[in-house]
């Protein structure tokens, strides 16, 4: 599975496509369809949920995510019960998972069901891989390393700066104060349920991360030769 963090930038193009001839099924989220590194690797399976990505919202991002989709029926796409009356004409063979949440409240992760984990694309994509009943997942990508970019001013205004996605350049810092009431606690407090959500439901699943260096501590981390760059 291939979430958009820094660390899959570690994935070697040639290895993984050699697997998925050999019958891997690669699982990928949000805008990996516009990067270079899926010029080489087209995934089986792809996960959106966040609003940016709908197709009837009107960017330049949401336009070229969905021409590419269109030009790749091959790819089996799941996506939130809510876009069904898009997509049902659009793209008939969609898989839809419940996208209502109850953080906190539950630790289900069925996506039958309203979900008990952060509203992360990766981890829902997470969520479906299990239901779906693989033996052993391989993830990267999920290194949850945002806080990283936030800088609080003389005023004790906290910005935002540069990009932790593997295919995204560095971006001008922006003040997201609004955000954030309670200032950095607030921020941080956000990342560390990140964190603790993958422990609190997740942490029994057949997970293997192929990140060492990765934040994340809820799965065995493994540095496996078969997909990653010498």
């Not at 590419?68 to 969609?94: F, K, M, N």
Request: glycine share 6%.
């Amino acid at each position: 599975m291939i979430a958009n963090g820094h660390s899959t930038s570690n994935l070697d193009p040639h290895k993984m496509s050699k697997a998925i001839k050999g019958g891997l099924d690669v699982f990928a989220l949000n805008s990996f369809l516009l990067s270079d590194l899926a010029r080489q690797i087209t995934p089986s399976h792809y996960i959106l949920s966040d609003g940016a990505h709908h197709p009837d919202v009107k960017s330049d991002l949401s336009s070229a995510l969905w021409n590419v989709l269109d030009a790749h029926p091959e790819i089996q796409l799941i996506t939130p019960h809510g876009w069904y009356p898009t997509l049902r004409a659009r793209r008939p063979s969609t898989i839809y998972f419940n996208d209502c949440g109850l953080e906190g409240w539950t630790k289900n992760i069925s996506p039958l069901r309203p979900r008990g984990y952060i509203s992360l694309t990766a981890y829902k994509a997470l969520a479906l891989a299990i239901h779906l009943g693989y033996e052993r997942i391989h993830i990267i990508g999920f290194d949850n390393s945002n806080y990283l970019n936030y800088q609080v001013d003389e005023s004790g205004r906290i910005f935002y700066g540069g990009d932790t996605h593997f295919y995204s350049a560095d971006s001008p810092a922006t003040q997201v104060s609004d955000m954030y009431p309670q200032g950095m606690a607030d921020c941080l407090f956000d990342f560390s349920l990140c964190l603790l959500d993958l422990e609190r439901c997740f942490g029994r699943a057949p997970i293997y991360n192929l990140d060492p260096g990765s934040n994340t501590r809820a799965f065995t981390k493994i540095a496996d030769s078969r997909f990653l760059l010498d």
